[in-house]
């Protein structure tokens, strides 16, 4: 500010206001004497001054200048003594990290020089200042809580890839991951951190001692005797692992934790720290002065009902004052320590923030009186102070300090000129914004206070047979039900103080959603939508930064405070607007998907890369949707193309970027809440539109062409004059209800999308928390049954028992106190209606998408992964505390879910391979529950139909085996001795380990296998050939399986030590398993249609029967021999291999041939009885051994029908180090002492009933197989079939007049046309009888 001649200017603003010398007397503004009287009570001086007005120098604006200056010099020290360097300390200030010479490995370091994360095994990295007497501190904040070892070193120190910081004579750092101190050595010390938590490292270089503290608490003391002296200087240094991240604060913003007698490394800046307090005095007298101009006199006031009139000589003094004040709020110290302080304490009154309008009016303050350089700057490190004490603010009981800046926030974004410069350049740019929607969850349960909030802890102690918490257990007691309530009040105490929190979350959300703020310029609504699809797109591409990739616990708060902000704007335009659809049914429309408008990256499409749908589905599009491709759009879209891009794109600054100049770099997630990476925006939109105008006439078509997102107007974007905006292109299968706000489709997108990048798999990481509680409470329960029959006279064993129960109640009373923390965060009933309202809205698109026809193939995979994913974690992860079933309209969502599901498993229009598995999947876990198998039950018929349709499509060239555990599924409880929840022969050798495989309770589904038994018997083409492919995968599979327990044999039977790979007996199990689901389909549908097989009138019933017959006896013998192969690898008890045994498989075959031998009519019992006897490979003792009443074999087993596989090489001596070992000769030991296997040990498991009909069988087959016996003549070499050689010769092939019996031709021309012998194509096969001796 300059004063020449009787003016004042002020020049940083270039306007010129009247002084007194101008107008000397009444001047306007107020008079000579009430000026000057007002200027002294604003800017009192701190010197002695005549008491008495009249005796004092009357000041003026013209002399307010200098005035000012002297005041803000009284106090401020000397050049010479502020320039002087502080004894003990060595190097340049600032303090920063050591990027060009102090570090090893690979990091990542952030613009600021204060930020670290480690890209390598273990990096390291120094400061650039060292200390070598005295006392100093600095601070660390904690991003992360990996493996990291922050302390202090010597320059001496060397540090490599597995050596840092306290790995080396000289260097001495903490370890909160291992909770230990190095120094060579390593010890206990200290307490685990998390991230959010800040480390203070403090020296003491008189008394030789260096210590720690936790977010202000001291640890103790970690080494003393450090070694000092000449020469030895101390460095700020860390090493961490790959992805862990901190931030250091040497001093260049306030400590947050400052220690009495410790100086911070970095000089504060005290003068000016002084000009700005006195400054903010001098403001603060301002805001309470208001000047009386009737009575002459001051009179005092409350600042905060301060409003900004335009009073010439406030407006005056405010301008000197910020003449000196605005650039010094430029400076991060200064922000954080002076205006963050301030403004905090405007609000510590209380009340909401609407009723603190100062602060509003101190931000038109600001943008008038501050240049937009310095206003800019200032907002941002207000803000930037604001994320950090947020972020790094200990978790207490009442969440007092989360809530104090989160007021503060919502403060500052009420005044809308700031809100969308933050917007716009700040909160997505160089912040981490997402952050002030997330609640750290805290680690240390009684530093948070949760012992005061939830006194009383409880877990569950009743358990149901399936090891699974009872909900509402009848034997509770009156004292654990008084725990339990007393548990259930606590966590509501807890879950209303969390709610004040989240409602201020939403307020922000809220606040940046606004559209309706549009008089100074675009809406902040629309500013927040680019932004925010720009933030998605860094987190979907696989090709983005790793570490600036938002954490999976951030996202799911944001999603939850984004749905609730979204669902109140949503249903405000609509209360607006009664016509058009509210919240409750909001979709989004299928238009969205190929239109353009809207940019979905790279991500897949259910029809594959939108390069390719634009080719092919073009013309669809130009009748369908009115929408026409250019041809050049195709063309740039190629992946080349877009990999070009990429590459450019990255040498050019975003937008908002470019507007602050290189200072302004996207954030680093894994980092400092404050600076970044250099961004790296990746524009791979593929199509976007022009704003047409749309005539009341037949709509024309529209030409699409690239629109960069934040060129997008919006117009664009809610659409005017007849314009779509984001809903061009609508398909007349689309209803055309109106929509509020079109641009919250956008942000739902967004939200869905959310869901599937992270959302998900971190609701699927909290659960964990809930496991433990569980394994725990069964570890005490089983404790205290044993102290109970613990005998009195061993004392020692019952002292470790005690010890134990201690140790795992206190472990108890902390995970229900962290688990009531995470319930009301991350599991409470609103963020279960929250996923479920996300669950309707995928369900509701998916529909509409549908619709289209062949459009459907643009709609994003993500749309049906999360509706999958949602419904499972809602039955999954929500649970016990909240239940699906308590959900408004959960029976028909299930209903809708199922049609989805039903309907596009085997979809054309979907091609992925990914996608597919998944509804495949997702189908076989629905149809496993009761209320979603009725669900399924449910949908219309003609689905149902189709459905079934699909299931029983032939195995090859697709997925076969999802599909076959379907209809496994459908079939459990219904097929003989098919009634198990768990394994039979499991539960009677481990009994009580609850970790063993569980299946869910049978659930078969009657209708559905009517449906089957329909297809299959009035489509007789389709049921030869899906009974071929069964059995065809029936043959391979135990083929398969027998292959591999051979080997597994083999390397037991080796008198030196084996270890097989776990890979393999993974694999054995599996083909098993599949060997087992097979033979009940086959049940299945032998029991359903038993005519496929038994109706020889149908042309493949006879083939089919017969290979079903050769099926059978080869299982049979492989698994009833006594002592043979099966017998003994079953017995080595091989861990991976608990499921092999004879129990499933056996009871499986026996269903089949009850089926046909007992339960059928008369003629079809006597033909299934003849083919099974014809079979060569029929014994009657392995019938015999199901009932116990087998003898040994006398020979050995006969072949399998399908030659195994080749023996491969996978078993070997240390194949894998976890391997299990096989003793040599063990299983020959074992098969000693083991008893027959019989169907009567399974009393629990096969009925009476059941076991009459197998005596009835066995009776039946002997009697049959005598006859057989005594009537079969001997049959010459030369008549038997050159294929089989089980049967006579019974057919000829045309054209070339080979032989063989029928069953062998029929079999091979289901699956190839061609001759066995000489490989020409076969045109007929006719009856072939031998012609009679002459």
């Not at 606590?490 to 939403?506: A, P, S, Y």
């Not at 059995?1031 to 039977?1053: C, H, P, R, T, V």
């Not at 015999?1184 to 020979?1195: K, M, V, W, Y």
Request: negative net charge; contains cysteine.
């Amino acid at each position: 500010m300059s004063s020449k001649g009787g003016g004042t200017a002020l020049t940083r603003r270039s306007y010129r206001l009247a002084s007194d010398t101008d107008k000397p007397k009444a001047t306007g503004i107020v008079n000579e004497k009430l000026l000057s009287d007002y200027l002294y009570h604003v800017f009192p001086s701190t010197k002695q001054e005549p008491a008495l007005a009249s005796l004092r120098k009357p000041l003026g604006f013209q002399d307010l200048g200098a005035h000012l200056e002297r005041l803000l010099s009284e106090g401020e020290p000397a050049e010479d003594i502020r320039d002087q360097a502080v004894e003990g300390r060595l190097g340049p200030q600032p303090v920063v990290l050591d990027h060009t010479s102090g570090f090893e490995g690979l990091l990542f370091v952030d613009d600021d020089l204060l930020g670290v994360i480690g890209h390598s095994n273990f990096s390291s990295i120094r400061a650039t200042t060292c200390v070598y007497k005295g006392k100093w501190a600095y601070e660390v904040l904690i991003s992360s809580q990996g493996l990291m070892q922050i302390g202090w070193c010597t320059l001496n120190c060397r540090f490599n890839q597995e050596e840092g910081v306290g790995d080396t004579p000289d260097s001495y750092a903490y370890d909160g991951n291992r909770v230990r101190k190095w120094n060579v050595t390593t010890t206990n010390y200290g307490k685990s951190w998390a991230a959010g938590d800040i480390v203070s490292c403090l020296i003491d270089l008189d008394e030789g001692t260096i210590t720690f503290c936790l977010n202000g608490q001291s640890l103790g003391t970690a080494f003393t005797n450090i070694k000092m002296g000449p020469g030895v200087a101390y460095f700020p240094a860390i090493s961490l692992s790959f992805k862990e991240s901190v931030a250091f604060n040497f001093g260049s913003r306030p400590l947050r934790y400052p220690v009495d007698g410790y100086m911070p490394l970095q000089n504060p800046p005290t003068a000016d720290l002084m000009k700005a307090q006195k400054l903010l005095g001098y403001m603060k007298n301002v805001l309470s002065t208001a000047i009386d101009t009737q009575d002459e006199r001051l009179v005092e006031k409350d600042s905060a009902a301060w409003r900004l009139h335009g009073e010439p000589t406030v407006l005056i003094t405010l301008a000197h004052i910020f003449n000196h004040f605005a650039p010094l709020m430029c400076k991060v110290y200064l922000v954080e320590d002076v205006l963050m302080n301030f403004l905090l304490g405007i609000l510590e009154g209380g009340g909401s923030v609407g009723e603190h309008p100062l602060i509003q009016q101190l931000l038109d303050l600001f943008w008038l009186l501050m240049e937009d350089y310095e206003v800019n700057e200032c907002l941002k490190q207000l803000m930037m102070s604001l994320l950090r004490a947020y972020r790094f603010s200990p978790i207490i009981p009442d969440l007092g300090f989360q809530i104090h800046y989160l007021r503060l926030t919502t403060a500052i974004l009420h005044h809308e000129k700031s809100r969308k410069y933050l917007l716009n350049n700040v909160l997505f740019d160089v912040l981490r914004s997402v952050v002030f929607f997330y609640i750290k969850t805290p680690l240390r349960v009684k530093e948070a206070g949760l012992e005061e909030l939830i006194p009383t802890t409880w877990w569950p102690t009743h358990f149901d047979k399936e090891g699974k918490d009872e909900r509402e257990p009848k034997d509770e007691s009156a004292d654990e039900r008084l725990r339990r309530r007393a548990y259930e009040r606590g966590c509501q105490r807890l879950k209303k103080r969390i709610e004040v929190v989240e409602e201020l979350q939403v307020q922000i959300l809220k606040l940046l959603l606004n559209n309706k703020d549009k008089t100074t310029g675009e809406a902040s609504r629309y500013i927040f939508l680019n932004k925010f699809r720009k933030f998605l797109q860094e987190n979907a591409s696989n090709r983005g930064h790793p570490t600036a990739l938002c954490p999976p616990e951030y996202m799911v708060c944001f999603l939850h405070r984004l749905i609730t902000a979204v669902r109140a704007s949503w249903d405000d335009g609509s209360r607006k607007s009664p016509s058009s659809v509210s919240s409750e049914e909001a979709y989004v429309p299928p238009q969205l998907f190929y239109n353009g408008k809207v940019d979905y990256f790279d991500l897949q499409r259910l029809g594959g890369l939108l390069s390719h749908l634009k080719k092919t589905l073009k013309d669809d599009l130009a009748s369908k949707a009115n929408i026409i491709i250019d041809p050049a759009e195709i063309q740039s879209a190629s992946m080349d193309d877009l990999d070009e891009d990429e590459e450019s794109g990255a040498a050019q600054r975003p937008f908002g970027a470019a507007a602050m100049g290189g200072a302004l770099a996207r954030p680093s997630w894994l980092s400092s809440p404050t600076l970044g990476r250099a961004n790296r925006f990746l524009s791979t939109a593929a199509v976007s539109l022009m704003t047409p105008r749309r005539p009341p006439t037949q709509p024309e078509k529209v030409k699409v062409r690239t629109l960069a997102v934040e060129h997008r107007t919006e117009d664009d974007i809610e659409g005017s004059h007849g314009n779509d905006g984001l809903l061009l292109g609508r398909p007349p299968e689309e209803p055309e209800q109106p929509m509020a706000d079109k641009s919250l489709l956008e942000i739902v997108d967004g939200i869905v999308m959310m869901y599937n990048l992270s959302v998900h798999q971190q609701l699927g990481k909290m659960v964990v928390v809930a496991d433990d509680v569980h394994e725990y409470a069964v570890a005490l329960k089983d404790t205290e049954e044993k102290i109970a029959r613990c005998p009195a006279r061993r004392a020692d064993i019952l002292d470790e028992l005690q010890k134990s129960q201690k140790v795992f109640a206190e472990k108890l009373n902390h995970l229900s106190r962290r688990l009531a923390w995470i319930n009301a965060t991350i599991y409470s009933k609103e963020k279960m209606l929250d996923v479920y309202w996300l669950l309707c809205v995928c369900i509701r698109t998916i529909e509409h998408a549908d619709s289209t026809g062949s459009l459907f193939a643009f709609a994003p995979e993500f749309y049906l992964n999360v509706a999958m994913n949602a419904y499972s974690a809602l039955k999954n992860y929500f649970s016990p505390a909240n239940s699906m079933e308590e959900l408004p309209g959960y029976e028909e969502t299930l209903t809708q879910l199922a049609a989805i599901l039903a309907k596009h498993f085997a979809d054309p229009r979907i091609v992925g391979t990914d996608i597919k598995d998944s509804l495949m999947q997702a189908l076989a876990s629905y149809v496993c529950y009761p209320q979603s198998l009725r669900a399924v039950e449910r949908i219309p018929e003609e689905q149902r139909v189709a459905m079934m349709r699909n299931l029983l499509a032939p195995y090859e060239q697709r997925p076969w085996a999802q599909t076959n555990w379907i209809l496994v599924r459908l079939w459990r409880g219904c097929g003989f001795g098919y009634r198990y929840t768990r394994l039979p022969h499991l539960l009677k050798t481990k009994p009580e380990d609850a970790n063993l495989p569980s299946l869910q309770k049978p659930c078969p589904s009657l209708l559905l296998q009517r449906h089957m038994a329909e297809l299959l018997s009035v489509d007789k083409d389709m049921a030869a050939s899906f009974l071929n492919s069964v059995l065809n995968q029936l043959n391979w599979a135990f083929s398969e399986f027998i292959g591999m327990i051979q080997e597994i044999q083999q390397a037991a039977e080796r008198p030196e030590r084996n270890f097989v790979d776990t890979r393999q007996l993974k694999v054995c199990a599996t083909c098993f398993d599949l060997s087992v689901s097979l033979l009940r389909v086959l049940e299945m549908t032998v029991t359903l249609v038993p005519e496929i097989f038994l109706d020889w009138t149908r042309p493949s019933a006879e083939l089919l029967l017969r290979r079903l017959a050769q099926l059978l006896n080869q299982v049979l013998n492989r698994v009833t021999a006594e002592k043979n192969l099966f017998d003994r690898v079953v017995n080595l008890r091989l861990p991976g291999l608990e499921s092999v045994d004879h129990y499933p498989i056996l009871v499986a075959v026996t269903g089949i041939l009850v089926r046909i031998l007992v339960d059928g009519d008369r003629q079809g019992i006597s033909r299934a009885s003849s083919v099974l006897l014809s079979d060569p490979c029929f014994q009657l003792h392995s019938i015999q051994h199901l009932l116990g009443e087998g003898a040994d074999s006398s020979g050995p087993p006969a072949a399998v029908a399908a030659i195994p596989a080749a023996p491969r090489p996978v078993v070997g001596s240390l194949v894998s180090a976890v391997a299990p070992v096989i003793p040599a000769a063990a299983a020959n030991t074992a098969a000693s002492e083991r008893k027959h296997f019989s169907l009567h040990a399974y009393t629990d498991y096969i009925s009476e009933a059941e076991k009459k009909k197998v005596e009835l069988m066995l009776a039946f087959l002997t009697e049959e197989s005598k006859e057989a016996a005594a009537s079969t003549a001997p049959t010459s070499e030369e008549d038997l079939c050159p294929i089989c050689y089980a049967h006579s010769i019974s057919a000829i092939f045309k054209p070339c007049s080979h032989k063989s019996c029928k069953a062998c031709i029929n079999q091979h021309l289901m699956n190839n046309k061609d001759c066995f012998f000489c490989k020409a194509t076969i045109t007929g096969v006719e009856d072939y009888s031998k012609p009679a001796a002459c």
